[in-house]
């Protein structure tokens, strides 16, 4: 009878004739399930927001080819990006179940090209189950998955990454090529997935040449080209075509010229703030200003011991290995150091240093940390530098200490995801207002007024995405919506369409006809407001009672002419313009016709109660 020599938890846990290595990765796939289902519950239960809207509305505006694939959004050439949404978009209205199911498939098959990735440098190993878990169960990159727009960026640059380090590894380990043209095109995947895509070069280059590329420092770049020369010029010509295409399709999103980059402020917040507690199972809370989307909050106390836990460990790879612990500090500072870059003279001239508070500008670093995770302490596969294993030492307490620090990592990535995934599952203004909105047209056709929703759904910098005609977009044909027309109505905060009015600035004179105020028929009619209470955009109400249905001209000196159809009846006829004016001129364009109008109020238009 064989003895089962296997550690008591591990008996416990798997049947007897498992292999170590059938055990490690059922372990790694338990790990993969776990967030798959903690991912699931946080993402099916979110809907669309911010430039998730944009996506489907220019989904909707074009054909899929490759002018429309590789239209830039908002400084993102994003190929594969604009695949996936056209493809929501063409399934139904707001169809969040497709656009969730989306970003769960792209986590899934990022997960497991992680676990690939680990496997191929460190081999399979207990020790890999730690850099998976952080990718895993990180918060480093939940806003960017949360938030579907972001998603399907961050997650298809995930698989590239992993993927181009599985094959640039394999190859520089049996050069051929085979392992170049899948490297390749796994740097592809990645640059068809956002320009972020271009740090992989940069990363993929300092791990081949600082752990797998013998020799003096300065002679390593031109040895590894020699020996990797298939993998790294089609890499480069794909990074310098890249380059060229988004020149001549994409402008920067931040053109001032005057803002100053907060340098400090935004190392200290994207840095010290936000990747710094996302190690440890931070920032555990969240702002709420902006819902749903929340900003890192962290409490000081939880701040300093984080710093404290992340020095420890820097010190405890130190000790174990200090060689591969500077050099994946350097792998990582390169990551980091980009990234940094990136958001300081990008959107953080535009956010300020805030802008480091929010953790999707973080998500392209959480695949390089996992990474430089495992490569400073674990022993990388046929690399030239390796990390020192010193000898076990039999410490009783060790085993206590790592499961309760595991326990308080894992309390904190919990509270942190469900604090940060909450207001996602609530009405949120965007998701409340878009919904009232298809619920209110639906049972009540009317036109709507096309003045810009509130700020808190949609952002007014995205004009002219945040007029209720590109916001409802894809409803459909219940959506009709004017800048001139009768009776119009107008979406009040929630969503919910209402009367419309003018909050006016200055108004007519009542007209000289006993009875009529301003007769407009044979004789045209002349009205006048206060120049000084016309604002520069303005929205005007004109309230008229009509003999018959018909047309009447309206003249402002120095702009074109407008002509106003008009009811039968009691009416108000709603018109926005811009320029300063004072007088105008009713005249009846069609014959017999005749209009009484009571007065005219220039404005802001607004619902009514």
Same mark, same amino acid.
């Given at each position: ?8 938890? &591990?008996? /416990? ?36 927001? @911010? ?61 497991? =090209? =992680? ?252 695949? &390089? ?27 009783? /307490? ?19 995801? &469900? ?39 949609? @952002? ?8 209720? @005609? ?45 009875? =009529? ?10 009205? @006048? ?66 209009? =009484? ?13």
């Amino acid at each position: 009878m064989t003895t089962d020599s296997r550690p008591a938890a &591990v008996r /416990w846990i798997f049947p007897a004739g498992m292999t170590r290595q059938q055990e490690i990765l059922a372990s790694a796939w338990v790990l993969v399930g776990i967030q798959l289902v903690i991912r699931s519950w946080s993402v099916l239960r979110g809907w669309f927001y @911010s430039d998730d809207f944009i996506f489907l509305e220019d989904a909707l505006d074009n054909r899929l080819g490759l002018d429309y694939l590789f239209t830039p959004h908002d400084s993102h050439l994003m190929p594969i990006g604009n695949a996936i949404t056209w493809g929501v978009a063409q399934s139904g209205t707001y169809n969040w179940l497709l656009a969730g199911a989306s970003i769960l498939v792209l986590q899934l098959v990022a997960a497991g =090209c =992680c676990l690939l990735m680990l496997r191929t440098v460190f081999g399979d190993r207990w020790a890999i189950l730690v850099p998976l878990a952080l990718y895993l169960f990180s918060t480093m990159d939940l806003d960017a998955v949360m938030w579907w727009a972001a998603a399907v960026n961050v997650l298809p640059l995930h698989i590239g990454f992993f993927l181009t380090v599985t094959f640039a590894v394999r190859h520089v380990r049996s050069p051929g090529l085979v392992t170049a043209a899948a490297g390749s095109g796994a740097y592809l995947i990645g640059l068809l997935a956002d320009p972020r895509g271009l740090q992989t070069s940069i990363a993929v280059g300092l791990v081949l040449v600082i752990f797998y590329t013998a020799g003096p420092l300065w002679r390593r770049p031109w040895r590894l080209l020699r020996r990797a020369w298939t993998l790294l010029v089609p890499i480069a010509v794909l990074s310098l075509a890249y380059v060229a295409a988004y020149a001549a399709t994409t402008t920067s999103p931040v053109a001032s010229e005057t803002a100053e980059a907060d340098s400090l402020g935004t190392a200290r917040t994207m840095l010290g703030t936000s990747w710094l507690t996302s190690l440890v199972g931070g920032p555990w809370r969240w702002t709420t200003d902006n819902p749903p989307m929340g900003s890192t909050d962290v409490p000081p106390v939880l701040h300093v011991a984080a710093a404290l836990a992340v020095l420890a460990m820097v010190v405890w790879a130190v000790r174990r290995s200090p060689r591969t612990t500077a050099a994946a500090a350097t792998v990582l500072a390169g990551q980091l150091v980009v990234s940094y870059l990136g958001l300081t003279f990008g959107r953080a001239l535009a956010l300020g240093a805030d802008a480091g508070l929010l953790m999707r500008f973080l998500g392209d670093s959480l695949p &390089v940390t996992a990474l430089a995770l495992g490569l400073a302490v674990l022993r990388a596969d046929g690399a030239t530098l390796v990390a020192r294993e010193p000898a076990r030492r039999h410490r009783p /307490w060790a085993g206590w200490a790592v499961g309760a620090g595991i326990v308080v990592l894992a309390v904190g990535c919990i509270v942190s995801t &469900v604090s940060f995934v909450r207001p996602w599952h609530e009405p949120y203004p965007a998701r409340a207002f878009v919904e009232n909105a298809r619920a209110s047209l639906q049972r009540d056709p009317a036109v709507i007024a096309d003045v810009p929703v509130p700020d808190l759904v949609q @952002s007014g910098l995205s004009f002219p995405n945040n007029l209720p @005609s590109r916001l409802l977009q894809p409803i459909g044909s219940v959506l009709r919506t004017s800048t001139a027309g009768n009776d119009l109505r107008i979406l009040d905060d929630d969503g919910v369409h209402q009367q419309a009015a003018i909050r006016a600035t200055t108004n007519s004179e009542r007209g000289p006809s006993r009875g =009529c105020g301003y007769r407009v028929g044979t004789k045209a009619a002349d009205v @006048s407001v206060d120049r000084a209470g016309v604002p520069l955009f303005w929205w005007m109400s004109i309230s008229y009672l009509s003999s018959a249905d018909g047309e009447m001209t309206l003249e402002i000196p120095g702009q074109d002419s407008r002509t106003i159809s008009v009811q039968s009846g009691i009416h108000t006829f709603y018109l926005q313009g811009d320029e300063l004016f004072s007088d105008m001129t009713f005249s009846a364009a069609t014959p017999d016709l005749t209009v =009484c109008v009571d007065q005219v109020s220039v404005g802001e238009i607004v619902p009514v109660g």
